[in-house]
């Protein structure tokens, strides 16, 4: 079976920076594209970034466009989102999630593997 591990995350101040990893394990998802999604209190769970496979292609929400960066490691099946600058409103609990197919997408619904999720919180 998949299992997708996340790591980072914590309580940092607003302008900080925060990387989070993804090591997946039970299967090489090197044809896999991936995504970034986060869900804060009280809220729906929103798109944050996705990569396809090759990592040629990125796509960000224009809440974190200019702030974060996704990129991935298929030798160590591992997937990473760097985050600058944080802001108070980036405070949540972050997923990772893989597809079975190559393209990358912003819905939620098309992600078949997903990480425990890892909580980011950023004081004013």
């Known amino acids: 079976q998949v299992q997708l591990v996340q790591s980072g995350g914590g309580l940092v101040q607003a302008g900080d920076s925060l990387r989070l990893s993804c090591a997946a394990s039970?299967?090489?998802?090197?044809?896999?594209?991936m995504g970034w999604f986060r869900q804060a209190p009280g809220k729906e769970r929103e798109f944050v970034a996705t990569?396809?496979?090759?990592?040629?292609?990125?796509l960000y929400a224009r809440s974190v466009k200019g702030r974060c960066t996704i990129s991935r490691d298929n030798a160590k099946n591992t997937w990473y989102l760097q985050m600058n600058s944080l802001k108070p409103e980036d405070t949540a609990v972050y997923y990772c999630?893989?597809?079975?197919?190559?393209?990358?997408?912003?819905?939620?619904?098309?992600?078949?593997?997903w990480g425990q999720g890892t909580q980011v919180t950023v004081s004013s």
């Open positions: 039970g299967r090489t998802l090197s044809s896999s594209a």
């Open positions: 990569i396809s496979a090759s990592g040629s292609f990125t």
């Open positions: 999630a893989a597809r079975a197919i190559d393209r990358a997408d912003v819905r939620a619904s098309q992600y078949d593997y």
